[in-house]
């Protein structure tokens, strides 16, 4: 993964880390938390949101039940997070 993409902010790599790490579908709320236990210094839930945007709209992350707000971490987000491909 490479640092400082324009699209990125401080919760990009983390909220990546996190569901790869789980490997399970989590809503942005238990994102945030998560992060907030695991963190010194956690991003906002605002910017956990404007981070899941736009890990969605790349489709490094995907929502299982679209009907539902989780998310989980696609093979691409997998192979992205690993700096085996540019976003």
């Known amino acids: 993964m ?6 990125q ?8 880390k996190l569901l ?4 399970v579908a ?3 709320g238990g994102i945030t938390l998560n992060l907030e236990l695991e963190m010194q210094r956690p991003p906002s839930r605002s910017t956990v949101t404007r ?3 736009e890990l969605l709209e790349r489709d490094l992350i995907e929502k299982p039940a679209k009907e ?5 971490i696609t093979d691409a987000g997998r192979a992205y997070f ?6």
Do not use: F, Q
């Open 68 to 72: 539902k707000t989780y998310y989980r």
């Open 2 to 7: 490479t640092e400082n993409e324009d699209w």
């Open 20 to 23: 790869d790490e789980s490997d």
């Open 9 to 16: 902010n401080s919760a990009t790599r983390p909220v990546l």
């Open 26 to 28: 989590i809503s942005p």
């Open 82 to 87: 690993a700096g085996e491909i540019d976003s």
């Open 51 to 53: 981070a899941l945007k």
